[in-house]
């Protein structure tokens, strides 16, 4: 079971950016997967979930700006970014876990797979 962030650089306030986490191993349709962020100095954060089912949360924190889907097909899971802001600058990671239930959560102790994170930052 392994996952393979991607996409994250350099952007303007205001711009997007689409990273990607490729899964292998397992398929989509029986893992819930989240995004976590850390800042500089900070601990990390979740912020979005998709679970087996397609259904998906997304924290207050990004709520409106980010969204979180899905492509079975390539078993890719995407977290599309707009309007991003300065403090939205850290390392994105995915994490994976199977759980017997529709379960998505947010926070950390609750996923054993991870990616290796991907740089996002955001700067004039």
């Known amino acids: 079971v392994q996952l393979q962030a991607s996409g994250g650089g350099l952007v303007q306030p205001g711009g997007s950016l689409r990273l990607s986490c490729l899964a292998s191993g397992f398929t989509l349709d029986s893992y819930s997967i989240a995004w976590f962020r850390q800042a500089p100095g900070e601990g990390r954060e979740g912020i979005a979930c998709i679970n087996k089912h397609g259904r998906t949360t997304v924290t207050n924190a990004v709520k409106g700006r980010f969204t979180i889907d899905r492509h079975l097909p390539t078993n890719t899971v995407y977290l599309t970014m707009n309007l991003l802001k300065p403090e939205d600058t850290a390392v994105y990671y995915c994490?994976?876990?199977?759980?017997?239930?529709?379960?998505?959560?947010?926070?950390?102790?609750?996923?054993?797979?991870w990616g290796q994170g991907t740089l996002v930052t955001v700067s004039s």
């Open positions: 994490a994976a876990k199977g759980f017997d239930e529709d379960q998505c959560p947010v926070e950390e102790y609750r996923y054993d797979t």
